[in-house]
């Protein structure tokens, strides 16, 4: 709970300081929200790596086969591609499927959400280390422009997530008491 709240809250903060931050280039310093962004990516990513190391561990631990990466799996594709069908159907009857048991779906949504959170305080790391006064190197530049390009689907992933878990609570499934521990 504390993981996935710190990765949320500086996802989010992320995600805002960017809109307001200055960048840095030749002859124009950054403003201080540029710093923000800058030093709380870098913590990002030591939280992203906590996080990644707890769900291994925690998939170790519970014998859980782990349902974030079904990428490479052809078992655990069909298991999704399954999941994908069963949600379908429920939705064109106007409900969400049970949670019950874990379900491939969410948990390779929720896969993908960290996998773009741990590539965005990657690169925005590596651009923190290697940016200079004089500009970036034409890699540097590269690693910026997919950086900056990820910034929207982060944003779309900021919207949809939390919207389905409330999308759940309504319908009865008590996915977010249960994080919160209120149930």
Known sequence: R??????????????LTSLVMVHPKPGRLPNSWYEVHESIGIAMLAVIA???????IR?????EVLMLFPWFSR????????????????LVRGRLPAESPPRPL?????GLGLLMALFLAATG????????????SPALRAVKE??????????????????????????????LSRMFGMG
């Open 2 to 15: 504390i993981l996935h709240l710190l990765v949320a809250g500086g996802v989010t903060a992320q995600l």
């Open 50 to 56: 906590i996080y990644w190391l707890w769900v291994a």
């Open 59 to 63: 998939s170790v631990i519970r014998g």
């Open 75 to 90: 078992l655990r594709l069909a298991g999704l591609m399954d999941d994908i069908k069963i949600t379908g159907r429920e």
């Open 106 to 110: 969410p948990a390779a949504i929720q």
């Open 125 to 136: 790391t590596i651009l923190a280390a290697g940016a200079s006064p004089s500009g970036l």
């Open 146 to 175: 997919v950086h900056e390009a990820m910034g929207p689907v982060m944003w779309a992933y900021l919207v949809v997530h939390p919207l389905l878990g409330v999308l759940h609570q309504l319908a009865g499934h008590r996915s």
